[in-house]
């Protein structure tokens, strides 16, 4: 039987075969199209494509076919190095428009890396540290305009917890330094390497539900750990689930301090007024962001003022003035916290570039340009390997310090120079001022900034629309509050991963009927006035197939058969003749695929019923051609289109005598 027995076609051909039905039918005749094999490509090519498409769906060399080795020289180098795109356009009038953002977000980021840094239970000097360097690299090699660089709360959150159950800082403060400096050149590491090999697509695995829980669940831990601060408790515990933490908070009530509690609720309930009217009001965004900065001035003059008298009001202390020291002579890459320095790196490198990349699409779309999800990778990894040298922790995009950032009037990268500027004469000359910065106002910043990591509006839209995404969400912000964070964002990844394999392993099959007056097929449950056509059964299958579902597919088929035959005998219709599978959402078949449909053609012709198969796509059907599956068929048993199937097997049909 050879290629065209079944109206299988050569791409070459595109001939057009005519059933003309007999003259005794009333139906008038419908054209019967070949089914065309894809182009012809050897295995290299196929790779080669396939590889392409996995790797380098965007196409980044395109700007590059047709150029002259200079002008692939200058493309290189601006492909690797953004600013040389931009910056030669640069002006005085986005000079100052970025001047006045960068400002602006300096007043933000200096208070919040101070913050931040307690968090990541390290020295506050460190925040400053990290808002200092990796802004600066950032604006060489990243692409996004309004990103705003620095420490954010989750990282530091994971960090301060994961690198807290091996080492305490208390007790060992120079190997923890080592862990979390050695941990960002991992998270950086990672996360370059990502972006090289062009892998981003592994981040995906954390999907908008876990991230809503996770964050959600992050936020509550971070506000309840800050009771500490805000109660003006000395012995609290370094645990960070629910229950550890409210023991501890009510356990030492003897510790609670009225001063602190006082001075810390007065200011975040300042920090968050300050907050919902610029939520209310975006042109007034420079009230919340300037609130942090003004909070810690005037917390810090009243307990200067007040010295005497504040004793019971714990303060930061001295922090050194200064650059950044090098720290590359604290990376540690051996010993028995090796293990738990990669395990962290990983796990703040996988978050902090989940979080930086989904911000800095957010803010492009919103000014309508793109930013390249791979550089994003490369930049914050280079960022954060050049940060862990010089005594920084793990950097990304903050969504706090963007949204202050667009809304001040960002045009470029170089808002983050100003930043990081400001942030340089804060460590050379002003690190005095903050001796008396009580660390209450710190916990303050933090539950301020954390507060809006909680989105219930986007849990409440998940579990309207996908329950499944909404059980990640649950198990991600329950195990965070209550087993651990690296734990419950475990737990919602593997909620997250078993879904996807039930979608796999058990993808869905329609039946479909005509509705009237088309050659349209659809779904009878969706729609009313779709109707069985008789002695049909028209099936679609709704994923590719695999190994992992060819066997439930072909059981699912049959039970669909068995279900038809026991309405058709109830209800005195016509006998089963035929049944046609719909692949055209069968997007890839397996050898275990194939061998599933050679097995329930033979189950079905031992029940006298006829398997056709309508519109394959081209990988399909080259696999079934090239596998001689399609012999086995016959001239019936392949079409284009589900219309044209039973056209011409009920013109077949009417015309045996």
């Known amino acids: 039987m050879g290629v065209n027995s079944n109206r299988v076609e050569d791409f070459s051909s595109h001939e057009t075969s005519i059933r003309i039905p007999p003259t005794n039918t009333i139906s008038p005749p419908m054209e019967i199209h070949s089914v065309c094999l894809p182009p012809k490509k050897t295995t290299l090519q196929k790779l080669k494509h396939r590889l392409s498409e996995i790797f380098f769906p965007d196409d980044p060399l395109y700007r590059f076919k047709n150029q002259q080795w200079c002008k692939k020289l200058i493309l290189a180098l601006q492909f690797l190095f953004p600013i040389l795109q931009w910056g030669p356009d640069y002006n005085l009038k986005l000079f100052r428009s970025d001047i006045i953002s960068g400002l602006t977000i300096a007043s933000l980021a200096i208070p919040q890396g101070i913050s931040y840094a307690k968090l990541a239970n390290l020295p506050p000097i460190v925040g400053l540290y990290s808002s200092f360097v990796p802004p600066l690299i950032y604006s060489i090699l990243g692409s996004s305009r309004h990103l705003g660089v620095g420490p954010v709360s989750i990282a530091s959150l994971v960090m301060g917890s994961m690198l807290g159950e091996a080492v305490s800082y208390s007790q060992d403060p120079i190997l923890y330094l080592e862990l979390a400096f050695t941990a960002t050149f991992f998270a950086g590491l990672f996360q370059a390497s990502l ?25 509550v831990i971070v506000s309840l750990q800050q009771l500490k601060g805000l109660l003006g408790i000395v012995h609290f515990t370094s645990k960070m689930q629910f229950i550890p933490v409210m023991s501890s908070v009510f356990n030492q009530r003897d510790e609670w301090s009225w001063k602190t509690v006082a001075m810390g609720f007065s200011f975040l309930v300042f920090l968050l007024t300050t907050r919902q009217i610029s939520m209310r009001k975006p042109k007034l965004f420079w009230v919340s962001a300037a609130a942090p900065l003004t909070s810690v001035i005037l917390s810090t003059l009243i307990v200067f003022c007040l010295k005497s008298k504040a004793h019971g009001i714990s303060i930061i202390g001295h922090l050194p003035k200064g650059l950044n020291p090098p720290s590359s002579n604290m990376l540690s890459f051996n010993g028995p916290f090796l293990a738990v320095a990669i395990k962290t790196g990983l796990v703040t490198g996988i978050l902090s570039l989940t979080e930086g990349i989904a911000v800095g699409r957010t803010f492009a779309a919103l000014k309508n340009y793109q930013v390249d999800g791979n550089k994003e990778m490369m930049a914050i990894g280079f960022m954060n390997i050049a940060g862990s040298c010089t005594s920084c922790y793990v950097t990304t995009g903050s969504f706090s310090r963007s949204a202050v950032n667009y809304n001040a009037g960002a045009q470029s990268a170089v808002s983050n120079v100003v930043m990081a500027s400001a942030v340089l004469v804060t460590l050379l000359f002003l690190m005095p001022l903050f001796y008396y910065t009580p660390n209450v106002i710190l916990a303050a910043i933090i539950i301020t900034a954390v507060i809006g990591l909680i989105d219930y509006q986007a849990a409440f839209r998940l579990w309207k629309v996908d329950k499944l995404d909404f059980l990640a969400c649950s198990c991600s912000f329950f195990g965070v509050l209550f087993i651990s964070v690296p734990l419950g964002l475990a737990i919602a990844v593997g909620v997250s991963v078993f879904k996807i394999l039930l979608h796999v392993t058990r993808p869905n099959t329609v039946a479909l009927g005509n509705i009237p ?66 692949m055209t959402a069968v997007t890839a078949i397996d050898t275990s695929g194939i061998d599933m449909v050679c097995e329930l053609r033979k189950n079905l012709e031992k029940q006298s019923l006829q398997l056709v198969l309508a519109n394959p796509v081209g990988s399909v059907t080259e696999k079934l051609h090239q596998s001689k599956v399609l012999e086995s068929f016959g001239l019936n048993g392949l079409y284009l289109t589900v219309g044209e199937a039973v056209a011409d097997i009920s013109a077949l049909w009417k015309a045996r005598p």
């Open 517 to 582: 007056g088309t050659h349209i097929y659809q779904s009878l449950n969706r729609y009313r006035e779709a109707l069985r056509v008789s002695s049909f059964v028209i099936l679609a299958v709704e994923s590719p197939i695999y190994f992992a579902n060819s066997t439930y597919l072909q059981e699912r088929i049959l039970r669909w058969i068995r279900e038809e035959e026991e309405w058709i005998e109830a209800n005195n219709e016509s006998t089963l003749k035929c049944i046609i599978l719909d």
């Open 195 to 219: 972006g090289l090999l062009r892998l981003g697509f592994i981040i995906d695995f954390l999907s908008k539900a876990t991230l809503v829980g996770f964050m959600a669940g992050a936020a």
